[in-house]
């Protein structure tokens, strides 16, 4: 069983920056796809960023195109994202997640229900 666990993320100002860090424990080498989600309070969860492993291929949402940078090491089993001009509206809790043996996909990358793993979650405050 892969278990995924985060680190980074915190309180900053509007325009600030910060990064978010997963780790892949037990990560078997059948994950092709890791991702971030976010939620906020009263809204779904919802899609942010993904990375085929070992690949080149990335995927963001239309809110933080040009903001947000993720990043993967198949070697250590890791996964970044690096959080640039933050905004209010980025508030929320940040989940990284995994999904075995399919590649993340333009048409279905930012549906939770693909993804077999998910880290416990850590809270990103950015104030105006």
């Known amino acids: 069983q892969v278990q995924m666990v985060e680190s980074g993320g915190g309180s900053v100002q509007a325009g600030g920056s910060l990064s978010l860090y997963c780790r892949a424990i037990a990560y078997t080498g059948s994950t092709n796809c890791m991702a971030w989600f976010r939620q906020a309070p009263g809204k779904e969860r919802e899609g942010v960023a993904a990375?085929?492993?070992?690949?080149?291929?990335?995927f963001y949402d239309d809110s933080v195109k040009g903001r947000f940078t993720i990043s993967q090491n198949v070697d250590n089993a890791t996964m970044s994202l690096q959080m640039s001009s933050l905004k209010p509206d980025d508030s929320a809790v940040y989940y990284c997640?995994?999904?075995?043996?399919?590649?993340?996909?333009?048409?279905?990358?930012?549906?939770?229900?693909?993804?077999?793993?998910w880290g416990q979650g850590t809270q990103v405050t950015v104030s105006s």
């Open positions: 997640a995994a999904r075995d043996s399919r590649w993340c996909l333009d048409t279905t990358w930012t549906y939770p229900a693909n993804y077999d793993y």
């Open positions: 990375v085929n492993i070992g690949g080149s291929s990335t």
